[in-house]
């Protein structure tokens, strides 16, 4: 059974990376493709993305129709509005597609996008975010790092890094290349394109966070083989569910950090607990991290064993906004290994890593005075 089929809404794929990456190049091919099926492209204005008009069929103000059957309309007034209206016009038989992908413009900042399909917003019900595909220069993307920090933060937040150019630059510098996103980003998964073109199969699928999901899922996922609430009220909403326990000291690190150059600026943790996590623990963890460092956490993901619970729930956030978890209600087997991952910018892996282990504290213990 296909995964994806056990979540009706429509997967989202946002598609970003800097100035001349090749977005447009992967776009024509991709809308070319007759195994992307029915795609949906949101864009800024069409006279940004250059794409190919021998596949345009027609075009309308807003909608630009493929021979392939795919369509492109542009972001008119804002995202939530431009999505809304395209869910009302496929319900009424006005415009057949299977996805929706989101090519942003190079220098966007992709949390602003990602917020606008978390839990409690008007779209959330139609759309799911299906994951963050970012491209990347082989040729120029080293120089960019160094002086655009904006592609450093595209790269952190990525689900799949498309390496484009490839053929363009020599192996040891593609090598010393792929080494630095490697640094920036050590989940996601990359792909080489050749000539601007990749295997359909792999730009989607991406995140763990959808009905049906299984455990491979997660684990590729996680690189490993509600509307916007309170940051002090419960963030998770486990805490709900069990109650009681004493609260972890707080957090080990200070409400500022020092600023680093550029891609050094990121940092990310991760961190594997073997036993079913307290909930009031990991609600802890969570609301103080964001509270100190919310605008600062550029994406959280992870799956949660939690004490009192048969089955463990997925979860993702991006700074201060997270989506609802997901039950993983077929989960089977003994494994109650929890895995969280927090990418971030000015803060050090050392903090990352010390709050995070807080989520190995038990509620027996008693937090420090």
Known sequence: MNNESMDNRIPVTLLTGFLGAGKTTLLNHLIRDPEAGRVAVIMNEF???????DLIEAATEETI?????????????????????????RRRGELGFDRV?????????????????????SVAASFRMDGVVTVADAAT????????????????????????????????ALARFEARLEQINSTAKR??????????GVLFGLSAMRGGVQEDDVAAWLGAEA?????????????????????????????????????????SASISVETP?????????????????????????????VEGLAYPFVFHGVQHVFDAPVPMKSWSGDDTTSRVVVIAR???????????????RRKTEKPAM
């Open 47 to 53: 006279g940004d993305v250059g794409l190919d008009h």
């Open 65 to 89: 129709l493929m021979e392939s059957g795919c369509l492109c309309c542009t972001i008119r007034r804002d995202l939530i509005k431009t999505l809304s209206k395209l869910s009302a016009r």
């Open 101 to 121: 992908i989101i090519e942003t413009t190079g220098i966007a900042d992709p949390g602003p996008i990602l917020h606008c399909l978390a839990a409690g917003n």
């Open 141 to 172: 993307g080293a120089e960019t790092l160094d002086r655009q920090f904006e592609s450093v933060q595209q790269l952190a937040m990525a689900d799949l890094i498309v390496l484009s150019k490839t053929d363009l630059v020599d192996p040891s």
């Open 191 to 200: 792909v080489r394109a050749e000539r601007g073109r990749v295997p359909v």
């Open 227 to 267: 509307a916007k609430p309170d940051p002090l009220a419960g963030l998770s909403g486990f805490s709900q569910v069990l109650q009681g326990g004493a609260q972890p000291a707080a957090l080990p690190f200070a409400a500022t950090a020092q600023p680093a150059p550029l891609d050094h600026r990121i940092a």
């Open 277 to 305: 996590i307290p909930a009031e623990v990991f609600d802890f963890w969570l609301d103080t991290l964001i509270a100190l460092k919310g605008p600062n956490v550029l994406r959280m993901k992870g799956i949660l064993h």
């Open 346 to 360: 000015d803060m050090t892996e050392e903090e990352l890593q010390a709050s995070l282990s807080l989520l190995l």
